[in-house]
């Protein structure tokens, strides 16, 4: 589904990533770890084409994306929950859903797929954004993305700054989305979950894949993880 090869890209005359490279195949998820500043939430703008790379390839389902632009980007089938969620604060629940859905691949998303993945949403379909609470804003960010009907979900900060049972539900959610073979590329800095949801991981640090595996081969390298992610 996503192919990264050798990727450089940056803001202005800051350099942030020098060569990054790894793989999302069909129905796999994919984590991308490393500590803050390593350069992950930049590899997810330069895949979404909000960042131009400066270097190196990447392409989607074998189709190259070197100078298209966002919206086309997205057109090959990927859907975002960006980190701080950005939904659209003043419409409701129900109006944020719909003003992504996009019939293709299928269709499988609709309001009521999206309403019972998260019963929450139902439930509040007539509030606005702003009034959610912060898990049920991350709630109404996944939905959101997968009405547009997604072969790759990119999630990025997927629990952040959220309580421990509203992390528990999403993970669950995320479990029940890995099940329906759905492609997903993973940022978080909740190691242990990744590690029982993911295929393989990835490891940044300083703009550079330095480590790639499953995640037994992560659990049973206590250097790899003291040395890049200081755990």
């Known amino acids: 589904m996503l192919r990264v090869e050798h990727l ?39 895949i979404m084409g909000q960042l131009p790379a400066r270097a190196g390839s990447l392409t989607i ?6 100078g298209m632009a966002p919206f086309r980007i997205a057109q090959l089938g990927l859907g975002l929950v960006p980190e701080g969620r950005q939904i659209f604060p003043t419409l409701t629940v129900e109006e944020n859903l719909l003003a992504a859905a996009a019939a293709r691949f299928g269709y499988a998303w609709t309001l009521r797929s999206v309403f019972d993945l998260f019963p ?55 479990a029940r989305l890995r099940g329906q073979r759905l492609s997903i590329l993973l ?21 550079r894949t330095v480590w790639t595996g499953s995640p037994s081969g992560l659990a049973q390298s206590a250097d790899i993880r003291e040395r890049y992610l200081h755990l």
């Not at 389902?61 to 070197?66: E, G, H, L, N």
């Not at 790759?152 to 669950?172: H, K, M, Q, S, V």
């Not at 940022?187 to 703009?207: F, H, P, V, Y």
Request: with cysteine.
């Open 120 to 174: 929450r949403l139902g439930e509040r379909r007539r509030q606005a954004g702003r009034t959610l609470s912060g898990g049920e804003q991350q709630m109404l960010a996944i939905g959101r993305a997968l009405m547009t009907n997604p072969r790759l979900l990119i999630l990025d900060e997927a629990t952040e700054g959220l309580a421990p049972l509203i992390r528990a539900e999403i993970w669950d959610c995320l």
């Open 61 to 66: 389902d074998r189709t190259p994306t070197a």
């Open 187 to 207: 940022i978080d800095r909740s190691l242990q979950a990744m590690m029982r949801l993911a295929d393989r991981m990835t490891i940044l640090e300083k703009g």
């Open 8 to 46: 450089a890209a940056g803001y202005g005359d800051t350099q942030v990533l020098f060569d990054v490279t790894f793989s999302v195949g069909a129905g796999e998820v994919v984590a991308l770890l490393g500590r803050n500043g390593m350069g992950k939430t930049t590899t997810v703008r330069t």
